[in-house]
């Protein structure tokens, strides 16, 4: 995502979650602070203008011996009137193929649908050791994908960036 694009970004963002402007806000949060990348924030285009929208974000994972640089995913958006046609779903699977290329992050969490996610190679995180940061997250909504750097004796709490927080951006809604 450019710059300039960020308006469009945040229009579609709210517009997938139904009107709904406090992902607006998380956004903005989340651009202020120390976990935006500005190569994490991804868009796909169709006939030459913004459909879909996916941000990972940087966060910590509290381990038993050190703080362990880990990535979020969140929001994912795609404009109302395309729902449902697999832009999602193609969108995810390119931005993750990016991730997996470019990042030396061991792990990708996110609070999300059960039923989607694993798709793409989602897990539930509590099964393999690692602790919500929040009981406002369901246990099954709590997901994490081992990336390549992934240790297999790696556990902890997974420690969400400021923004989530200051927005009351965690938990599903």
Known sequence: M?????????????????GDESIGVLLDALRASWA??????????????ICAHVLFTRAILDAPDKLIDVLVLSPVGVRPDLQNQGIGTAMITQALALIRASRSEPAVFLEGSWNYYPRFGFESACAIGFRRPSHRIPRPAFQVLRLATFDASLRGTLVYPDAFWRTDSVGLR
Do not use: K, M, Y
């Open 2 to 18: 450019r710059d300039d694009e960020l308006d469009r970004v945040r229009r579609i963002e709210v517009e997938a979650f139904g």
């Open 36 to 49: 935006w990348e500005p190569e994490l924030s991804i868009v796909s285009e169709r006939d030459n203008e």
